[in-house]
């Protein structure tokens, strides 16, 4: 056997086993099962694992962009017109949120932590000063009293609506910035103070939230389950609420928004609990997109979230007391707001009822500055980029008692919207690629088999094509030397034509027998010389 016919037959064994192999890998997704295992087990909420410190204290910074809305026209309002708004801001804050006090319970399976969020002005990203700028808005206390006596006598009423106008209490309020959202001495919580010492003289929209936590929570590890990672299982020691007049609306689920498991699918809804909202919502997927090099799903919560309970049932759980419900795009929250009239929704009413958007002039709803997202990379479910997007309205609406409220419609008023966004840092982003990386190299390593038997069996097909080329070039050439080897035979050799001639007896030499028939004569050819 030649060296070609046993390169071809090496190749050829090579080849067969490659492609046996790779497509029985490929087939059998083993290394994708052994990195989907592998992940299952490293991204948990223990000490061992490589998350669990981005977990106490996160890398990416986070912002909290605060947007006012300012009222322009408040004796318009007053008299009945529609109110005229205009958006200021953004005032924005570096948020701080390290996890303290973290204790593993149950045998490592759960983890309990508190969550302090502290916040530090930002100049550089801000509009202004909030120590300086001015604004005018609704007095929310004003409003969260007359709205809390107005299950009491008419008498009561008037008497208190004579008491707060003798005190130069309006219904909308002028003051900076700073003291809206970080708190002021309020003159009408003082004077309730003095009778209820439980009632804070202090109100401001973020009082009492700089350096604290927004409840005790108990965490799955993932441990157990890797699609448990991160849910909550308790806070503030319950499973589930009370607020809502229905369990599946009482119902805890879900992540705090910070993590989630891996290995996340497009068809899945992802649910975070909102400590702010009062509630769980869920996300659904909405397209691929690309953070700093990094494939990530984009999830945002669908329309269904706030929708009317008449075109979304499952709704009516959070209608208090029960019939009482808002429109789309709207949640009342007073019951986890100590009774005052407060209602969530998107910035600007966005996907809320037009009727929301056309009471009042000033509002543009749009989807690429008003829309809630989470970008998730869904192999190891860390969050890529956020953007959490929700603003904070009151009920305004005509209290007997209250000559002020008599020309003015029921009407859900905006008070601001805050911007809280994260994206994930540089050197967090390196590493999450390098972890892609290695994922993918090994995940398809199958592919690299079979692509390597591939190109060693077009290989195996040149070197048969060739080894048949070059014994049809041998053949060609064994003829041609024998068909030339015979032509120059027959040029060295002459012939003696057949002579007619009959033998003549008499001209026989008498020493010569007499010969019969004709005969061939060769004659020599001479010799050539050198």
Known sequence: MTRRSCAIYATGIVCAHLLIVGIALVVAQVFQTMIHSRLKKEITLTEKSQVFESWKNPPPPVYME?????????????????????????????????????????????????????????????????????IRTVNIPYVAVMNELNSYSFFLRTFVSMYMNSLGIEMFMTRTVHEVLWGFKDPLL???????????????????????HEGEFVFHT?????????????????????????????MINGTDGAVFHPLINRNELLYIFAADLCRSIHLAYVKDVEVKGIQAYRFAPPSDVLMSPKNNPTNEGFCVPAGDCLGTGVLKVSVCREGAPIVVSFPHFYQADPEYINAIDGLNPNKEEHETYLDLQPTTGVPIRACKRAQLNIILKRVQGFPKTKNISETIFPIMFVNETATIDDDSAAQMRSLLLIVTLVSNFPVFIVGLGIILLLVLIVLFCRNRQKKNEVKRIDFTEAFHSFATAKDDTAYTPVSDKTDDVSETPANQPAKNGSYIAMSPVEAQKC
């Open 66 to 134: 605060y947007y006012f809305f300012n009222v322009t026209n408040p004796e318009v309002f007053l008299a009945g017109g529609k109110a005229s708004v205009k958006q200021i801001g953004p005032y924005t804050y570096r948020e701080y949120r390290p996890r303290e006090n973290v204790t593993f319970l149950e045998n490592g399976t759960k983890v309990y932590a508190l969550n302090p969020k502290s916040f530090v002005f930002v100049p550089e990203k801000s509009a202004g000063d909030p120590q300086v700028d001015i």
């Open 190 to 212: 003082t004077k309730i103070h003095s009778m209820k010492p439980e009632v804070d003289e202090y109100f401001g929209l973020m009082w009492k939230k700089n350096g604290t």
């Open 222 to 250: 993932g441990e157990q389950n890797y699609l448990d990672y991160g849910k909550i299982d308790t806070w503030n020691g319950l499973r589930k609420m009370s607020w809502w007049s229905s369990n599946q609306s009482n």
